[in-house]
DNA sequence: CTGTTATGTATCAATTTGTAACGGCGCGGA
DNA sequence: TCCGCGCCGTTACAAATTGATACATAACAG
């Protein structure tokens, strides 16, 4: 069974409260297993993430899988380039979203503040893509994983102490395909964490943070 | 000496014929070794190359470096995100770009077709940033080197033919720190493809594409 | 309960990196 | 002008990291 994640609420503060009363009646439930667009749709609709976790992944013809990020609360997916949609959008945990034409981010279509919205949103989305090109190109397997436990917590929300708990929604091989790496050094290099006392697996989808401190410097710096 | 890219106005279509000739008046010349930004500037106004190369970079504390992107005619640089610029932009060779401020993508300030441009661009960049975490998570270094080599070709318009050349503006180390490679390994694998006849050097700076159908075959698949 | 899938572990192989050395080229100073 | 210096690019060899393979174990669904 699937673990929710923690503080599902917490990123979508940079919404307004307007926004978010009105998009409750527009909003749409999803299964884990379940699928919100694939490659070659149409990409008519934005979604915006209310409540659990999505997965963006794009394949190529020899089967090689790219996870191109996780959809997590606040977060918001399928800007299009085009007429189709060139990723996969998995659901990995009961969640819910809202979907916005995609004319709301193209022209406004009357809603400004929507707009406006989706346009930050975009921008966003290329700063963080920047971060994770730092990731996947220039750390090492350790410090990819130590990164990304730490992206998590902060994504959720949930402060890095002792005894943090960070649910982890995705499969190995989903962390491994975001992360440029093989499900074998995932697995490896988890049990090192563990094995240096650094955290703890309550199961195998829960993380325990034991030394946040060591996380932060496995992680490695940020940009300077 | 740098080498001028061929073709540099190429991708210049996809903005509407009066904005370049509006944009001429606005343009600002760069010269190699120069920058347009760095990190930490405030983020006031959003570029287009006109012609030459940009490089944009982050750098870690630990001064491991990523080459994010390099900008060459028709691409737009420096969309913001926060106040401040959270990388560094330096010129290549001899460029020439024009600034908007960055409310016409913000609030579209009264140009509706240069807001449409920008937020397109802005789409497109989402896009492209979305190929090229493959190249960094799933490809081999001869892999990522082919690839280069084709989006290069691709990106000024030169089709990829029997003694094709390609400028290569940037430095190897350039070249490394975008493909998340040492520059040993960019050294490396040159030669590799120039003793398999695959290229050749007219210069350090310009390739000849010799069989194009090979380096297509080693950049491996497109996404499917 | 049982077949199936996911995860963990160990071993070995492959790729990539690190290190060092060398040559070439441009640049500035003598 | 010539020389020396430093940066860039290339190459060879050793080392480290990661990947591949195989198999055991655990979790899960029917």
Chains 1, 2 share one sequence.
Do not use: W
């Not at 085009?82 to 979907?99: K, S």
């Not at 921008?123 to 990731?135: G, N």
């Not at 290099?189 to 325990?208: F, P, Y």
């Amino acid at each position: 069974m699937y673990v929710t994640m923690p503080n599902d609420q917490s990123s979508l503060s940079q919404f307004s409260a307007t926004r978010r009363k009105a998009d409750r009646k527009l909003a749409r439930d999803l299964k884990p297993g379940g699928y919100l667009f694939r490659e070659g749709d149409e990409a008519r609709y934005i979604f915006r993430v209310l409540s659990g976790v999505l997965r963006l992944t794009r394949v190529m013809e020899n089967g090689r899988r790219q996870v191109i990020a996780f959809g997590y609360p606040g977060d918001v997916i399928g800007f299009p380039n085009g007429a189709e949609h060139h990723t996969d959008c998995d659901v990995l945990t009961p969640a819910r979203v809202v979907a916005y034409r995609r004319e709301l981010l193209e022209s406004g279509a009357g809603d400004a503040e929507l707009h406006d919205e989706l346009l930050t949103a975009a921008l966003r989305e290329i700063s963080s893509m920047q971060d994770h090109f730092m990731m996947l190109g220039r750390k090492s397997a350790s410090e990819k994983l130590a990164s990304f436990l730490c992206v998590l917590a902060d994504r959720v929300g949930t402060p890095l102490g002792p005894y943090t708990q960070i649910a982890l929604p995705m499969s190995r091989c989903d962390i491994a395909d975001f992360l440029g790496l093989t499900t074998e050094t995932i697995s490896r290099t988890i049990t090192q964490l563990r094995r240096s006392g650094v955290i703890a697996l309550e199961s195998v989808h829960q993380v325990i943070i034991l030394k946040p401190d060591d996380l932060l410097t496995l992680a490695g710096g940020e940009e300077d």
